[in-house]
């Protein structure tokens, strides 16, 4: 069963940089695209980033001059970072895997079939 | 950025009635290369994080029930909830990947 965890500060000071990690369990992290997304209190879904397994990063150029997302293929984990942080960053994290594997092994981006839980990171003094 | 547009905003639907909803974009989202449209629909029920229902505008995921269809090509596309039950009641969003940065619709609440 396919499982993924945030983790990561609640609480982030204006102007610091927010660190979330993503926890990966029952897939593996290879050959699949890992993907950031965010969701303001009561807003709509915001697509941050996303990283291969080769260290192929594209990022949403709203945000791109201030992050980051990496990957540690032998934790099994994907890390986001989001510098000068403000209170427009206020907001649910998601981390997700993105595409699947059709029958003749062609791999397709761009859909989410496995989210975390999300976690709430909050910027503010 | 190709920008995703809903409607309506919210819906509200008896048990057992049809629930439609509509997703439009700025651009076709249609792929010549594979004859595909690279939109997805999602659930997203209170407190929890979004569930993909329909990928490639109309293929239904793996255990997704068969109330939910979905329809469209090109620029326009929709969500058909066939007897709505009470655990349909979630906001639901529309996402292009045709093109990054992938972009959602703004959502849809469906109450009853």
């Known amino acids: 069963q396919v499982q993924l965890q945030e983790s990561g500060p609640g609480l982030v000071k204006p102007s610091e940089t927010l660190s979330l990690t993503c926890s990966v369990s029952g897939s593996s992290i290879n050959n699949y695209y890992w993907s950031w997304i965010r969701q303001p209190p009561g807003k709509g879904l915001e697509w941050i980033g996303h990283i291969y397994d080769s260290g192929t990063t594209n990022y949403n150029p709203s945000l791109k001059s201030r992050v980051t997302i990496s990957l540690d293929t032998s934790k099994k984990h994907c890390s986001l970072k989001l510098s000068s942080v403000t209170a427009a960053d206020t907001a649910v994290y998601y981390c997700?895997?993105?595409?699947?594997?059709?029958?003749?092994?062609?791999?397709?981006?761009?859909?989410?079939?496995?989210w975390g839980r999300g976690t709430l990171v909050t910027v503010s003094s | 950025d190709i920008v995703m547009t809903q409607s309506p905003d919210s819906l509200a639907v008896s048990l057992g009635e049809r629930a439609t909803i509509n997703c439009k974009s700025s651009?076709?989202?249609?792929?010549?290369?594979?004859?595909?449209?690279?939109l997805g629909w999602y659930q997203q029920k209170l407190g929890q994080p979004p569930k993909l229902l329909i990928y490639w505008a109309s293929t239904r995921e793996y255990g997704v029930p068969d109330r939910f269809s979905a329809s469209g090509s090109g620029t326009d596309f929709t969500l058909t909830i066939n007897g709505l039950q009470a655990e349909d009641v979630a906001v639901y969003y529309c996402q292009q990947y045709y093109n990054t940065p992938w972009t959602f619709g703004q959502g849809t609440n469906v109450e009853i």
């Open positions: 997700a895997r993105e595409g699947y594997y059709d029958s003749s092994g062609y791999y397709f981006s761009g859909t989410f079939d496995y």
């Open positions: 651009q076709s989202v249609s792929d010549s290369s594979n004859n595909k449209n690279s």
